[in-house]
T-cell receptor
Framework: ETGVTQTPRHLVMGMTNKKSLKCEQH?????MYWYKQSAKKPLELMFV???????ENNSVPSRFSPECPNSSHLFLHLHTLQPEDSALYLC?????????????FGPGTRLTVT | GQNIDQPTEMTATEGAIVQINCTYQ??????LFWYQQHAGEAPTFLSY????GLEEKGRFSSFLSRSKGYSYLLLKELQMKDSASYLC????????????FGAGTTVTVRA
């Protein structure tokens, strides 16, 4: 158990659906991240929040919309997705940035867009 | 930006040693991380290097040469449970929050 939980663990949605992914960290960290992991490809950083303020938005399509209501919770709202958006979506958190602060990852949500 | 290369797959025998190389090209280097990811699970932190040299943690060691843009992860006394994907990640000097990952090296340990 890494202290970062994600729900749901699996999600199948049609291209016209709207769904949300939820991430919660129980580590008292100040920064939270969304990554996309596709098969045989590097993890792609999507969004970063530090103390509920977005500090990175990595040219992600607007059909992905993040929300960070407090430093413990992070959401990724999904709408009108494409089949190529099918991937593992990982949430992570860190105490800070720089230095030896490593990121702690959740187990991910396996998303399939049909 | 970052360009990070590591081998796709490696196979080794239980009890042996395996070295996973990672080369990177970066406009600004501010640390290198290694993560382990078992199939279907979250990546977990293994090591961090920011200065040149070797960092040892039990059976795992990580080496960094900043002048060569090169790191390796050394796994000793391999066990079956070490079968996993190993991810190399470089932190960007311009943004402490941003890690750029390699595609990962899948290590298979055989009996």
């Amino acid at each position: 158990e890494t202290g970062v939980t994600q729900t749901p663990r699996h999600l199948v949605m049609g291209m016209t659906n709207k769904k949300s992914l939820k991430c919660e960290q129980h580590l008292g960290h100040n920064a939270m991240y969304w990554y996309k992991q596709s098969a045989k490809k590097p993890l792609e950083l999507m969004f970063v929040y530090s103390l509920e303020e977005r500090v990175e938005n990595n040219s992600v399509p607007s059909r992905f919309s993040p929300e960070c209501p407090n430093s413990s919770h992070l959401f990724l709202h999904l709408h009108t997705l494409q089949p190529e958006d099918s991937a593992l979506y990982l949430c992570a958190s860190s105490l800070g940035a720089g230095g030896t602060y490593e990121q702690y990852f959740g187990p991910g949500t396996r998303l399939t867009v049909t | 930006g970052q360009n990070i290369d590591q081998p796709t797959e490696m196979t080794a025998t239980e009890g042996a040693i395996v070295q996973i190389n990672c080369t990177y090209q970066t406009s600004g280097f501010n640390g290198l991380f290694w993560y382990q990811q078992h199939a279907g699970e979250a990546p977990t932190f293994l090591s961090y290097n920011v200065l040149d040299g070797l960092e040892e943690k039990g059976r795992f060691s990580s080496f960094l040469s900043r002048s060569k843009g090169y790191s390796y992860l050394l796994l000793k006394e391999l066990q079956m449970k070490d079968s996993a994907s190993y991810l190399c990640a470089v932190r960007d000097l311009s943004n402490d929050y941003k890690l750029s990952f390699g595609a990962g090296t899948t290590v298979t340990v055989r009996a």
